[in-house]
């Protein structure tokens, strides 16, 4: 459904309506699986940088002050260990995220210029 929702991606709003749908969906993914850029074992070493437009943004949330607001509830989300089809969703998720940030992001340079 959101590959056929971007095909028209000139219209920002829809593409803002999009990214913010796909990345808060990404983001509630990421917080319950223990896969990925969470760091849930025990580092024997320096964990490496996220490298994901998605990881990098909600490291920069995590480490916000406005991060001390969120509700409780966040922090209770058992982590499940991914299987195959989650990995594989959040993914193609992730690189829809990346996709239409991308494309939200030409738009407006091209509309400041």
Known sequence: MIGSAIENHDDNDLMAYWLSNTSALLFLLQQSLKSGCSNDATPVRKPPNPTSLF??????????????????????????????PALLFKQQLTAYVEKIYGILRDNLKKELA
């Open 55 to 84: 990881c990098r943004m909600t490291m920069g949330f995590r480490s916000s002050p406005s991060s001390a607001n969120l509700p409780a509830r966040l922090e209770v989300v058992r982590k499940v260990e991914a299987m195959y």
